[in-house]
């Protein structure tokens, strides 16, 4: 089994920062990338940030400049420092990655379970 446990979300005034971490854990072979997305009420999730095992990050345009992705490969995490937030940045975030398990051959997407980010004043 693996499991993706993500922490960090809260509310947080217009401005404000907050950091999500997601650890993968269990039978965790190795990683490919690792992401975030969220989804809105009402709309599709969307990306927003990946990053690879060599540290090649990619960002939606709508949080470039304001969000930083990062990994700890020795500890199989995944951090979202998210900064300048806005109300359009309320959403339930998800964690991805896409990993081989131990003995595995092939890699495959697990996802976290949510951590809800909202910004409001």
């Known amino acids: 089994q693996v499991q993706l446990v993500e922490s960090g979300g809260g509310l947080v005034q217009p401005g404000g920062s907050l950091r999500l971490s997601c650890a993968a854990s269990g039978s965790v072979g190795s990683i490919n990338v690792m992401g975030w997305y969220r989804q809105a009420p009402g709309k599709q999730r969307e990306l927003v940030a990946t990053?690879?095992?060599?540290?090649?990050?990619n960002y939606a345009d709508s949080v470039k400049g304001r969000f930083t992705i990062s990994r700890d490969n020795a500890k199989n995490t995944v951090y979202l420092q998210m900064n300048s937030l806005r109300p359009e940045d309320t959403a339930v975030y998800y964690c991805?990655?896409?990993?081989?398990?131990?003995?595995?051959?092939?890699?495959?997407?697990?996802w976290g379970q949510g951590t809800q980010v909202t910004v409001s004043s």
């Open positions: 990053v690879t095992g060599g540290g090649s990050t």
């Open positions: 991805n990655a896409n990993l081989r398990r131990l003995a595995g051959l092939l890699s495959y997407d697990f």
